[in-house]
């Protein structure tokens, strides 16, 4: 099963892009990359989803590099309302492997 | 439309006591997934239940176990309660059980084990 790997903590300010990268190094070939995000006392929310090169929502954008090793989630122009932790996944085997996250803090 | 529920919202039960949480899927999802999240770590998958059946399922032990009626609906029991299952126990519902498609999570159970 794929493991991955983030930074435990970031931080950034309103307005910025806050890119946050994620490792996957035993990816497998069927697997796909999933972000979601959490808000204290509440469940996670998914960000978006891809399996290759690049993916864009409302929200945020997916990279996705031709080795599939590693991700990064780009979030345009963060606000406070943004601070929560940030989940990077990867789906093996009918299985989402968690790590603990990245913790992303906006400040004023 | 309603998404996923689940209750109790808080519990607070003893060491080997039993609990049985509960969780009502997204209207149209037929896949459920429970997990457990300590604090500060990331959820840990428990199982999912597809078709009343138990179809995947995460390291933990037998004192977990499920069930999912012909509804969708889904409950948790946990069995012999011990102190570390303290935890906010997810349940997320799904198009989908390969997880291809987005899991819509619930706001969770805070457990307490004393």
């Known amino acids: 099963l794929a493991k991955t790997t983030q930074p435990i903590s970031m931080d950034s300010y309103e307005g910025q892009e806050v890119n946050i990268t994620c490792s996957h190094n035993n990816i497998a070939t069927n697997d796909y990359i999933t972000w979601y995000q959490q808000f204290p006392s509440q469940g996670p929310r998914f960000i978006i989803q891809?399996?290759?090169?690049?993916v864009t929502n409302e929200v945020a954008s997916l990279f996705i590099p031709a080795d599939r090793k590693s991700s990064t989630l780009s979030l345009p122009r963060v606000s406070l309302s943004d601070t929560a932790v940030y989940y990077c996944l990867v789906d093996s085997n009918y299985q989402l492997i968690w790590g603990a996250g990245t913790k992303l803090i906006i400040k004023p | 439309d309603a998404g996923v529920t689940q209750s109790p919202t808080h519990l607070i039960k003893t060491r080997g006591q039993q609990v049985t949480l509960r969780c009502s899927p997204k209207s149209g999802h037929d896949t459920v997934s429970w997990y457990q999240q300590a604090l500060g770590q990331g959820p840990q998958f428990i199982f999912q239940y597809y078709e009343e059946e138990e179809r995947q399922r995460g390291n933990f032990p037998d004192r977990f176990s499920g069930h999912q009626f012909p509804n969708y609906s889904s409950e948790l029991n946990v069995n012999a309660l011990l102190l570390g299952d303290s935890a906010l126990y997810l349940c997320a519902s799904s198009l989908d059980r390969r997880m291809r498609d987005t899991q819509y999570f619930g706001p969770g159970t805070r457990l307490t084990v004393l």
């Open positions: 891809g399996y290759k090169t690049k």
